[in-house]
DNA sequence: TTTATATCGGATAAATATGTCCGACTTTAA
DNA sequence: TTAAAGTCGGACATATTTATCCGATATAAA
């Protein structure tokens, strides 16, 4: 579905957005071991995040990331996707033509498309805040 | 959403199902030809499918592969799906966690699911004689 | 001003997926 | 019986993705 640069990216968000909530920052290191995910890579997609203006960065001693918490409602998991994946999701071909074209669809087209459209929908749907919740309630998991 | 060998071979069977509904048989380089793949990685994706007993290659002059027409309500695309990418689409977490898991879900999980479900219930609903009608009446294709 | 703590970013390495090559084998038809 | 057409499968090559390393840079606190 998605690569896994872009798994740990909303895993990362996802983690950020219960610290940003209270106020808080979180290490390349804290965040890494939150989701489990290996340093330096993490290191790269974060930048990555901060590049695009999903989360911030602060340098220094006691620094870290961190969401803008104003910003916690509005920023999707289509942005985060979007940052890291771009949009082949939606704009390939589910069997592998050059791009997904409804003029000349491939046999599949529009069943990939209601099952795409409906991805996307949830995507754009899902805000950080209404993710974080639950995760902050025991009932789910960044990590195994 | 599936690997390139994935989309090539799903691209080869309705292909070949389309031919074998005429009672008729296609050639390694026909069928890279008709979906424009490369040749020589084609044929190990055939060569899977046929020893998973999906489609049946005929060695010799005249030679090639088809599908039994007798099967062509049975097999689906489930079926090539599992037998090229196995089953990470079902089992595996769409956040990249080792497994999906209810019990401990993470915290896209029921998102994810609803779409999942929807996928594979469209997998394995579908068969190589339903999706091979529209291509042979022009209104799909399988390259571009 | 110094020191410790962090991120930044370029170079490099390892792993995986994709793609190629070629000799061996099988089968049909002449 | 021989030649041609075709698949089989192992070894090899390339591209992409994932992951690591390390010096440079920025910043907060002592
Ligand atoms: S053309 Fe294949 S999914 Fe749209
Ligand atoms: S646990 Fe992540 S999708 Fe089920």
Same mark, same amino acid.
């Given at each position: 579905?998605?690569?896994?640069?872009?798994?740990?990216?909303?895993?990362?968000?996802?983690?950020?957005?219960?610290?940003?909530?209270?106020?808080?920052? /979180?290490?390349?290191?804290?965040?890494?071991?939150?989701?489990? /995910?290996?340093?330096?890579?993490?290191?790269?997609?974060?930048?990555?995040?901060?590049? $695009?203006?999903?989360?911030?960065?602060?340098?220094?001693?006691?620094?870290?990331?961190?969401?803008?918490? /104003?910003?916690?409602?509005?920023?999707?998991?289509?942005?985060?996707?979007?940052?890291?994946?771009?949009?082949?999701?939606?704009?390939?071909?589910?069997?592998?033509?050059?791009?997904?074209?409804?003029?000349?669809?491939?046999?599949?087209?529009?069943?990939?498309?209601?099952?795409?459209? $409906?991805?996307?929908?949830?995507?754009?749907?899902?805000?950080?805040?209404?993710?974080?919740?639950?995760?902050? $309630?025991?009932?789910?998991?960044?990590?195994?």
């Amino acid at each position: 579905m998605f690569s896994r640069a872009c798994e740990y990216g909303i895993r990362a968000c996802i983690h950020l957005a219960q610290i940003s909530k209270e106020g808080g920052r /979180s290490s390349l290191k804290a965040i890494a071991a939150a989701i489990d /995910s290996p340093v330096a890579f993490t290191a790269k997609i974060l930048q990555t995040l901060a590049r $695009e203006e999903i989360i911030v960065s602060v340098k220094g001693p006691n620094g870290g990331y961190e969401v803008e918490a /104003s910003r916690l409602d509005v920023i999707t998991l289509d942005d985060i996707v979007d940052a890291i994946d771009g949009n082949s999701i939606y704009r390939g071909c589910g069997l592998g033509l050059k791009h997904c074209n409804a003029k000349k669809p491939c046999p599949l087209h529009f069943q990939f498309k209601k099952i795409r459209d $409906e991805l996307k929908e949830m995507l754009q749907s899902t805000s950080l805040n209404d993710v974080a919740t639950g995760l902050h $309630e025991g009932l789910a998991f960044l990590k195994r």
